[in-house]
């Protein structure tokens, strides 16, 4: 497969935030490998409940000092507006511009939501409080939210979302070029006019992909399943038809016109640089 023409197309990196001293100092020697491809910034995912916050806030700071724009994961679920507000002067301090304003997971055993049910009501607060301080990234599900009740009900939580001040939206991964095409035609209808920037999984672990896609909702098409499963524990020729269909889908989506690319890393540097190479986006 040739290369395509150099493209400016923006990119940008999720990272988890590690759990040991050991997965702190791994996951700064990724950043390194990754920052020649110039993202505009490295967000940083939160845990059920807050449960990460803390090494969501160190990682952020870490990059931020790092010389590259930065944004937590930010969740609202078991929240009050008092813990919020709190939270917002600590990122203003800790000289944080970007927010992913989302709903997040209630934590196994957590029955109440706290004093936000929506993402919406999340961001809407987050204006009130702070103004314009902060660039508001949400999430969108081309293919719907796991949790929604239909797709027209899905379409209308989006649209309050971008409604209530958001500023651009990153999707859920996909392998389905129409489903996020189909998308940005359904909200554009409707009036949002943001970017809508998809995110991208690359394909590195068969059994790791079926766990996440069946937990989030993402769908892997039968013939990328079968193909996967075929393989068995051959991770070199998963790998390589990983590769193969996530810089396809990455062209296809170039070609439409997208706003950028969002890289899901899984904190490995590897197959974000091979698919970037591939896309001669490096």
Same mark, same amino acid.
């Given at each position: 497969m040739?290369?395509?023409?150099s493209s400016?197309?923006?990119v940008?990196?999720?990272f988890?935030p590690?759990?040991?001293?050991?997965?702190?100092?791994?996951?700064?020697?990724?950043?390194?490998?990754?920052?020649?491809?110039?993202?505009e910034y490295?967000?940083?995912?939160?845990?059920a409940?807050g449960s990460?916050?803390d090494?969501?806030?160190?990682?952020v700071r870490?990059?931020l000092?790092e010389?590259?724009?930065?944004?937590?994961?930010?969740?609202c679920?078991?929240?009050t507006?008092?813990s919020?507000?709190a939270q917002?002067?600590?990122?203003k301090a800790?000289?944080?511009?970007?927010?992913?304003a989302?709903?997040?997971?209630?934590p196994s055993?957590?029955?109440?939501?706290?004093?936000f049910?929506?993402?919406s009501e999340?961001?809407?607060?987050?204006r009130?409080?702070t103004?314009d301080h902060?660039?508001?990234?949400?999430?969108?599900?081309?293919e719907?939210?796991?949790?929604?009740?239909?797709p027209?009900?899905?379409?209308q939580?989006f649209?309050t =979302?971008v @409604? *209530? &001040?958001?500023?651009?939206? /990153?999707?859920? $991964?996909?392998?389905n070029?129409d489903a996020?095409?189909?998308?940005?035609?359904?909200?554009?209808k409707a009036g949002?006019?943001?970017?809508?920037?998809?995110?991208?999984?690359?394909i590195?672990?068969?059994?790791q992909l079926?766990?996440?896609?069946?937990?989030?909702?993402a769908e892997?098409?039968?013939?990328?399943r079968a193909?996967?499963?075929?393989f068995?524990?051959d991770?070199?020729?998963?790998?390589?038809?990983?590769?193969?269909?996530?810089?396809e889908?990455?062209e =296809?989506? @170039? *070609? &439409?016109?997208v706003?950028? /690319?969002h890289? $899901?890393?899984?904190?490995?540097?590897g197959?974000?640089?091979?698919?970037c190479?591939?896309?001669?986006l490096?």
């Amino acid at each position: 497969m040739s290369k395509p023409a150099s493209s400016s197309l923006p990119v940008s990196f999720e990272f988890f935030p590690p759990k040991t001293p050991e997965g702190v100092d791994k996951l700064a020697a990724v950043r390194q490998q990754l920052y020649p491809l110039k993202p505009e910034y490295c967000s940083v995912t939160y845990g059920a409940g807050g449960s990460t916050q803390d090494g969501t806030i160190q990682t952020v700071r870490a990059i931020l000092a790092e010389g590259v724009d930065a944004a937590p994961h930010f969740s609202c679920i078991g929240a009050t507006k008092a813990s919020v507000k709190a939270q917002l002067e600590a990122f203003k301090a800790d000289g944080i511009k970007r927010i992913v304003a989302l709903r997040g997971d209630l934590p196994s055993g957590y029955l109440g939501f706290g004093e936000f049910r929506y993402a919406s009501e999340l961001v809407a607060y987050i204006r009130e409080v702070t103004g314009d301080h902060f660039h508001i990234e949400v999430g969108a599900y081309p293919e719907m939210h796991p949790q929604a009740k239909s797709p027209a009900a899905d379409l209308q939580a989006f649209v309050t =979302k971008v @409604r *209530a &001040g958001a500023d651009v939206a /990153l999707t859920q $991964y996909f392998f389905n070029t129409d489903a996020y095409f189909r998308f940005v035609d359904e909200v554009t209808k409707a009036g949002v006019q943001i970017p809508i920037i998809p995110g991208i999984m690359p394909i590195t672990n068969s059994s790791q992909l079926m766990r996440f896609s069946d937990a989030c909702g993402a769908e892997i098409p039968r013939w990328i399943r079968a193909r996967l499963e075929s393989f068995g524990d051959d991770k070199a020729s998963i790998q390589a038809f990983g590769l193969d269909v996530v810089s396809e889908l990455c062209e =296809k989506l @170039r *070609a &439409g016109g997208v706003p950028g /690319l969002h890289f $899901y890393t899984m904190n490995q540097a590897g197959p974000v640089k091979a698919l970037c190479e591939r896309l001669n986006l490096a």
